[in-house]
């Protein structure tokens, strides 16, 4: 048995362990009370890194710090990664803080003084460099990462009191709440405001360089206390073995509440606080509502600079587009590559930023570089996803115009573009003296152009550009838990998307048979019959069956939930089920699952990841086509290495299905058996009976011919002439006899 069977056994097999429920994030509770104070020395951590490599210059990340507060102390973590006599420069500002010789990870503790804060936070700067007095040729592979960022503050955060200063970049919780007992797809549309209220803000702060915001919704909820370390939620994560573990709390510093209720006439919008966290209140009726927190994703928001407004509204549909500048995918208007050694630029390039689907790109480049110095060698290579699509020698000074084909076999979800100048100088050695190569490429008249088509295989890689900036979500169930897990996948998909998505809540037997023109979407809580209707092919029940040529059934009264990305009818559809013995809850194993397509921290690993592990990527991190989540952990399968075929998993009751198949099978093989044998009876007899027409028709054909050359004589005729030399049998037996008559 292959591995992935056998994982897939072992995972089907697993036995249930008792789990606690996680907590869902928090939502509102009475005005009126004070805002709580920050602790003095209260760390926030940024869960992002700083990379940097020899020869590729000094990149910088700004920590945005909430108003109020002030930045004292920052721990972080230095890891080499080179064997050379190099050395790594961390800087805040225009202040070096801390250099790192050698090739061993080094923490480092660094006092900031008040000059550090600028007006975009901390500005914090990596770069790799030789030692002092050694000459090393620049080399992509000697880098260096700075990560386990934190920064510790005192004072206290300053609450907004405008619309337009709501969400500032130093956010980094918000929470959409929506009032108990609201349901997922009601007629008074705050399940769909609050899903694409989640949807705008998750795609306003995924701009923001070091996206440590985490978006959520929550049904009512619990309490929430204000202030720098509000404490937002404790729960429970699934670990390995089957045995539950508390995560710490999760610590927000920033945080922020959007509250939706349903209203009538104008919709309004009201700054103010809730349990002392700044909380921003939508009121009125759904299509206001839908339309008003759309605005949270636009850049007008900062004309709303009272603390309520009336119609807020906004419309971000994004139109697909076929051609994308390298300053539209980086942000930057120029790239510059210059030194001797090897100098390397990245531009990522995600399907999703062209609207849907790509099959092939062409790329287009114009750069200018610098003259070349005599017996001095410069080559520009380009890469996409670590093929070389074009590689050249570098005039004397002369523009640069390439036009590229990218294979259609080359093209992934995200993918990568990369810009490489290899320089050697005239003397032997890399060092300071001469002038260095430089070439220039221009952002904007530099471009990717896309055709539209689908080339990857069905599964969580064809989302979110299958969407096409559309995301239909439906119910199969609509308990409370629905919504809050409807919030995860919509901000994973959302967080892979660098285009606003337009969320819609539709019914589910719509979204099945595709009622909306074939559209793309995510259906949560699929019942059995959804699940079969769908042509999943993972479907949940006691009876689970990885089928195709050699199917597999087992069967189980553990809990298992599951997320599955397939292609349904010319569409792909996300979709989440789990299944349990009546009256066992599955909701820890189907929240855990979504914090980790969300890339919550300390959600529980795939794929060898430790236990633990931050996955701040979230849906970009997925492959395959399946997770399932059991007491044993969360684990990753390719149905369809296991089971090429639309549908793999059934649900049955009763004498399994695998028996009759057994039955059917052996009568089948007897029948056949039997018709072979009547066939080869009768074939024998057919050929024996033409065999004995054919043997009759050549003796008759003999005779008749025998009769027509020697006709026969009367009895009283004598014959005359001479006697034939060569008689035939007939003539000479009668010869013989005439001879012994005489």
């Known amino acids: 048995m292959h591995r992935s069977s056998r994982l897939a056994l072992a995972l089907l097999l697993t036995a249930a362990a008792a789990l606690t429920p996680l907590g869902t994030a928090a939502a509102a509770a009475p005005t009126g009370e004070t805002t709580a104070e920050s602790t003095v020395g209260a760390a926030r951590s940024y869960p992002t890194s700083l990379s940097a490599n020899l020869g590729g210059g000094t990149t910088s990340l700004a920590v945005p710090v909430a108003a109020g507060l002030t930045p004292t102390r920052l721990t972080a973590t230095v890891t080499p990664g080179y064997d050379t006599a190099l050395q790594t420069v961390v800087s805040v500002g225009d202040r070096i803080v801390a250099t790192v010789a050698g090739t061993a990870p080094k923490a480092i503790d660094v006092p900031l003084v008040a000059g550090d804060l600028g007006t975009d936070g901390l500005l914090l700067s990596l770069a790799v460099t030789p030692q002092t007095g050694v000459a090393v040729c620049a080399d992509p592979n000697s880098f260096a990462t700075l990560d386990g960022i934190a920064v510790d503050t005192t004072g206290t955060a300053t609450a907004p009191t405008t619309v337009a200063g709501f969400f500032d970049d130093s956010v980094d919780r918000i929470t959409v709440v929506v009032p108990e007992g609201t349901a997922p797809d009601g007629a008074d549309g705050l399940g769909a405001a609050a899903l694409q209220a989640v949807a ?92 008003a927190v759309r605005a949270l994703d636009t850049d007008a928001l900062v004309l709303a600079d009272g603390d309520s407004t009336i119609g807020l509204a906004g419309d971000t549909m994004t139109a697909s587009q076929a051609v994308a500048s390298l300053d539209d995918l980086t942000g930057q208007s120029v790239i510059t590559l210059s030194g001797y050694g090897r100098h390397t630029s990245y531009v990522g390039v995600r399907q999703a930023a062209f609207g849907g689907p790509v099959s092939s790109a062409k790329v287009h480049l114009e750069a200018t570089t610098t003259a070349l110095a005599d017996s001095t060698q410069a080559r520009l290579s380009v890469y996409w996803n670590d093929y070389l699509l074009s590689s050249s020698m570098i005039g004397a000074g002369e523009p640069i115009r390439l036009d590229l084909e990218v294979p259609a076999d080359r093209m992934q979800r995200d993918n990568g573009l990369v810009l490489q100048l290899d320089a050697l100088p005239s003397a032997a050695g890399c060092t300071d003296n001469g002038l260095p190569v430089q070439i220039t490429v221009d952002g904007a008249g530099s471009f990717v152009e896309a055709s539209g088509g689908q080339t990857l295989p069905a599964g969580f890689g064809r989302f979110p550009q299958a969407l096409a900036g559309s ?136 794929d060898g990841d430790a236990a633990g592990q931050s996955r701040p990527n979230g849906w970009a991190d997925l492959g395959s086509d399946l997770l399932i989540a059991t007491a044993a952990g969360i684990d990753s399968i390719d149905s369809n290495a296991l089971a090429p075929q639309a549908q793999i998993l059934v649900e049955h009751s009763g004498i399994p299905w695998w028996v009759w198949v057994l039955v059917g099978g052996v009568l089948l093989v007897a029948f056949a058996r039997w018709r072979i044998t009547v066939r080869r009876r009768a074939a024998v007899a057919r050929y024996l009976d033409e065999e004995q027409r054919r043997i009759a028709e050549t003796a008759a054909a003999a005779a008749e011919a025998e009769a027509v050359l020697v006709p026969r004589a009367p009895a009283d005729e004598t014959p005359t002439g001479p006697i034939p030399t060569n008689p035939g049998p007939a003539r000479h037996a009668r010869s013989e006899s005439d001879g012994a008559g005489g």
């Open 471 to 606: 995301l239909p979500v439906a119910f199969g169930s609509t308990d409370a838990t629905s919504l809050p897990l409807a919030g995860h996948y919509v901000s994973a998909l959302q967080g892979g998307s660098p285009v606003s998505l337009q969320v819609a809540v539709v019914p589910a037997d719509a979204l099945i048979s595709g009622d909306r023109s074939s559209a793309s979407g995510l259906l949560i809580g699929a019942t059995p019959e959804q699940v079969n209707a769908a042509g999943a092919p993972l479907r949940v029940g006691q009876f689970r069956q990885l089928g195709g040529t050699a199917p597999l059934t087992v069967g189980s009264n553990t809990p298992v939930a599951t997320v599955q990305a397939f292609q349904s009818g010319s569409r792909d559809l996300v979709m989440t089920a789990a299944w349990a013995p009546s009256g066992t809850p599955t909701d820890n194993l189907s929240t855990a699952l979504a914090d980790r397509v969300d890339g919550v921290t300390g959600a529980e690993a795939v």
């Open 200 to 291: 705008a803000l998750s795609h306003r702060y995924g701009r923001i360089g070091t996206n440590t915001a985490v978006v959520d919704l929550a049904v009512g909820g619990a309490d929430v206390a204000g202030g720098n370390g509000t404490v937002i939620e404790t729960g429970t994560r699934i670990a390995p073995g089957g045995e539950t573990a508390t995560d710490a709390p999760a610590v927000a510093s920033n945080p922020r509440v959007v509250a939706l209720t349903a209203g009538t006439g104008d919709v309004t919008t009201v700054v103010g606080e809730t349990s002392g966290v700044p909380t921003m209140t939508f009121t009125g009726p759904a299509a206001g509502l839908l339309a």
